[in-house]
């Protein structure tokens, strides 16, 4: 009996063994069951949200360069719209500079002192007045004699003390029938630091000195320079000799024919030159070759009619 019973609990035991492992396998297979569709979500989810992003994004740089080139084209358009209309008050004030110049008989004077009798009275004021009152835009328009005192314009007389003689318009319209029938000055404001790499120009930017109120934005110009350049010395690099911190070159002595430095100081300088600001004078000999290894007072070669 005692044997009969302990077989039993073995068996017994052993039944629950094999149902624990059974349901432990059951427990896997149904936590892998579970985990698939999750991790298939999960990924499905990430990939909608992957696609919903980049296709934001190509719309987002559709929109920009479609508003970039709508942009571009209101630009050109208003631009071109201000130059017609600009070039349409050009030619205004050419046709009213010619009927007033019709109306008061203008050609027929015969000396400045005439000129300036005539037209210093009222008739030719109500003449300005009315002209410049059709086309207000204009601005005033005035007579100035041959001295570029000012001797009536279309407001209300008496005229104010204004001379323009010292203007270069004024002196070009003096003294070059030619120029052309506007003009202004203006001053340097701005160079670009870069050239551009098509052209190898640089940009430049001037400030307009009271300019007519018909010289516009979209106006086409033609810019002179007017002021006086000092002369400058230009030499190429391998001209250049540094030496303990100072910029030197060597000068030829053409009685002698031997080298010594000269201490000078630079303007600016480029990729392949420099500019001399002082130390040097127009007609020196500079050697350009070699100068790394001359010594003070070492005589050199010249060459005839060539440089050092």
């Not at 009969?4 to 017994?12: D, K, M, P, W």
């Not at 201000?82 to 050009?90: A, M, N």
């Not at 007389?157 to 070059?176: C, D, G, M, Q, V």
């Not at 030496?243 to 100081?265: A, F, L, M, P, Q």
């Amino acid at each position: 009996m005692r044997v009969l019973f302990h077989n039993l609990r073995a068996t017994v035991s052993r039944a629950a063994a094999a149902g624990g492992r059974l349901c432990g396998l059951l427990g896997g297979l149904l936590g892998a069951s579970v985990r698939g569709p999750v991790l298939w979500l999960t990924a499905c989810g990430v990939l909608l949200v992957a696609a919903i992003f980049a296709g934001t994004m190509m719309m987002v740089g559709e929109f920009r360069e479609r508003a970039l080139a709508n942009g571009e084209r209101e630009l050109e358009n208003t631009v071109l719209l201000l130059t017609r209309h600009f070039d349409q008050q050009f030619e205004d004030s050419d046709t009213i500079a010619s009927d007033v110049i019709t109306r008061l008989h203008i050609p027929g004077i015969a000396s400045p002192q005439a000129f300036r009798q005539l037209m210093a009275g009222s008739e030719p004021n109500e003449i300005l007045r009315s002209k410049a009152g059709v086309l207000s835009y204009l601005g005033d328009v005035s007579l100035y004699d041959a001295d570029g005192d000012i001797i009536n314009w279309s407001r209300p007389l008496p005229t104010p003390a204004l001379n323009i003689s010292e203007r270069n318009y004024f002196k070009s319209f003096k003294f070059n029938p030619q120029s052309p029938s506007i003009q202004t000055e203006a001053t340097l404001r701005e160079i670009a630091p870069q050239a551009d790499s098509s052209t190898r120009s640089r940009r430049v930017k001037l400030t307009l000195t009271d300019p007519p109120q018909a010289f516009r934005l979209g106006s086409t110009v033609t810019a002179t320079r007017v002021a006086k350049v000092a002369p400058t010395i230009e030499l190429p690099l391998s001209a250049l000799l540094q030496k303990n911190g100072d910029d030197k070159v060597w000068i030829v002595d053409e009685k002698t024919s031997s080298v010594s430095t000269r201490d000078i100081k630079i303007a600016s300088k480029g990729a392949a030159s420099f500019i001399v600001a002082e130390g040097l004078e127009a007609g020196m000999r500079v050697v350009t070759a070699g100068v790394h290894s001359l010594v003070e007072g070492q005589k050199v070669k010249i060459p005839q009619g060539g440089a050092t």
